[in-house]
T-cell receptor, first 107, second 123 residues
């Protein structure tokens, strides 16, 4: 199974600040990596697929990068509505696996 | 508009069985793979099972934690997804989400999720 390790597990940043979340795969998954946002009490929502493709309708302050085993989700100019937990998910092989999540809070 | 509505979650004793259902609407259900993803209270997301298009049993996949105990199935005519769960333990306590794949294959991204149905396994 491909293990996904996310870091940090939580972070606090200022409004309009920059947030970087990393996701490390235990083996090469090329660009088979998605990012989801989950707000409290809500279902997850897709932000980025294929490591760097922004889902239609997602604000452009969200971006993804990386390939192979190392991936990054960046939020430029953090907004109050971005408070959520973010998860990476690999789909290179089965079972599909998620990272442990990163909780983002406002400082 | 894509809509996924889960049902069937309840409080059940260890060793029991239960079937979860997911009613789909707003898209061509038979053309997309579907999965169940669960989230234990206060924990992260865990993919449980997925089923490709078609109704043959060889297009079903499971996490090791549920293999042999859970069975996923779909009724394309009724636009329903199911998860039959047997030999339940307290580790199966979670909110169970029904999730739609973007494409026909399971190995892709989930572009729509239901709101979840809560299973609590306790004596």
């Amino acid at each position: 199974d491909t293990q996904m390790t996310q870091s940090p597990s939580s972070l606090s940043a200022s409004v309009r600040g920059r947030v970087t979340i990393t996701c490390q795969a235990s083996q090469d998954i090329t660009n088979s990596l998605n990012w989801y946002q989950q707000k409290p009490g809500k279902a997850p929502k897709l932000l980025i697929y294929g490591a760097s493709d922004l889902k239609t309708g997602v604000p452009s302050r969200f971006s993804g990068s990386g390939s192979g085993t190392h991936f990054t989700l960046t939020i430029n100019s953090l907004q109050p509505e971005d408070i959520a937990t973010y998860y990476c998910q690999q789909y290179a092989d089965l079972p599909l696996t998620f990272g442990g999540g990163t909780k983002v809070e406002i400082k | 508009e894509v809509r996924l509505v889960e049902s069937g979650g309840m409080l059940i004793q260890p060793g029991g069985s239960l079937r979860l259902s997911c009613a789909a609407s707003g898209f061509s259900f038979s053309s997309f793979a579907m999965s169940w993803v669960r989230q234990a209270p206060g924990k992260g997301l865990e993919w449980v099972s997925g089923i490709g298009i078609g109704v043959s049993g060889d297009n079903t996949y499971y996490a090791d934690s549920v293999k042999g105990r859970f069975t996923i199935s779909r009724d394309n005519f009724k636009k329903m997804l199911y998860l039959q769960m047997n030999s339940l333990t307290d580790e199966d306590t979670a909110l169970y989400y029904c999730a739609k794949s973007w494409a026909a294959g399971i190995r892709d991204y989930f572009d729509s999720w239901g709101q979840g149905t809560l299973l609590t396994v306790t004596s």
